[in-house]
């Protein structure tokens, strides 16, 4: 079984820690879309969304990342011998929709500096430009991330876009604080694949230093994100590179990529 996955994704974040929840061996293969290898030829030739993660167990390839969670859910059930009791229940998959009906892509790059936001997206144009030349037969598809990443800084400047974000992620958390003051866990007492789903959510907001904001104003989530962070899944798939000092060495390695790759492109 492959992965292709990156740790900065947050929808590959979900799938790696469903997977290692659930004990499932696999290949990693990074595939970093800040600087534009999602956009290669040999990748955008099985997912032409360019969108991570993309999960393939031979000839079966699954690109939605809800789908990928449920097969991992099957593939374990199967290993395991059990039943259809192991499946997730309908609440568990109901707070899985939930959460990822929140694009966390216009909150996320809104809260990047100008500067450094500008500069990536600049990079990764001018990479979809040059694959659309050395891949004439995908020109077409390269031409419609193209005109996506004019929309996206189109809609960075537009701030209802980023209000109905903001808006949509303060109703989630709301709804997931009065679920946790009932429960341990999102959907019962049980650790389930609706706080795989989660987990990155709430990864993502200490990220992007707004914490404060969005989990310690809300007790309930502020004591599951601790318990959260316990976990060996969390540890091993987001802790890695994302806690403490390691959050700046994974971001300034990936800026100076990006940064160095411009420069040479101006000689």
């Not at 706080?195 to 990155?200: H, N, S, Y």
Request: glycine share 2%; charged share 25%.
């Amino acid at each position: 079984m492959q992965l292709y996955h990156h740790p900065y994704s947050l929808d590959s974040q979900k799938v790696r820690l469903a997977l290692e929840e659930k004990g499932i061996d696999y290949t990693s293969n990074h595939v970093n879309p800040i600087t534009g290898r999602n956009m290669d030829a040999s990748f955008f030739r099985i997912n032409q969304s360019a969108r991570l993660p993309v999960f393939q167990n031979g000839s079966h390839i699954i690109f939605n990342t809800i789908e990928i969670i449920q097969y991992i859910e099957r593939i374990a059930v199967v290993s395991l011998g059990g039943d259809d009791t192991f499946f997730s229940s309908r609440e568990v998959v109901e707070w899985m929709h939930k959460i990822q009906a929140w694009n966390p892509k216009y909150f996320t790059l809104s809260h990047v500096p100008e500067k450094y936001r500008i500069s990536v997206s600049k990079f990764n144009r001018q990479v979809i430009i040059a694959r659309m030349s050395e891949s004439p037969e995908l020109a077409s598809a390269y031409h419609c991330k193209l005109k996506d990443a004019y929309e996206t800084e189109d809609k960075l400047k537009n701030p209802p876009v980023l209000k109905r974000s903001k808006e949509h992620l303060v109703r989630l958390l709301d709804e997931v604080e009065t679920k946790l003051k009932e429960t341990a866990f999102l959907a019962g007492d049980e650790f389930s694949m609706a706080d795989v789903m989660l987990i990155p959510v709430l990864s993502r907001l200490v990220l992007l230093n707004v914490e404060e904001e969005y989990i310690s104003s809300r007790p309930n989530i502020a004591e599951y994100w601790v318990l959260m962070q316990q976990r060996p899944s969390y540890k091993k798939v987001i802790g890695k590179y994302f806690n403490g000092w390691r959050r700046y060495k994974t971001l300034v390695k990936t800026w100076c990529f990006v940064r160095f790759r411009n420069l040479l492109r101006r000689y």
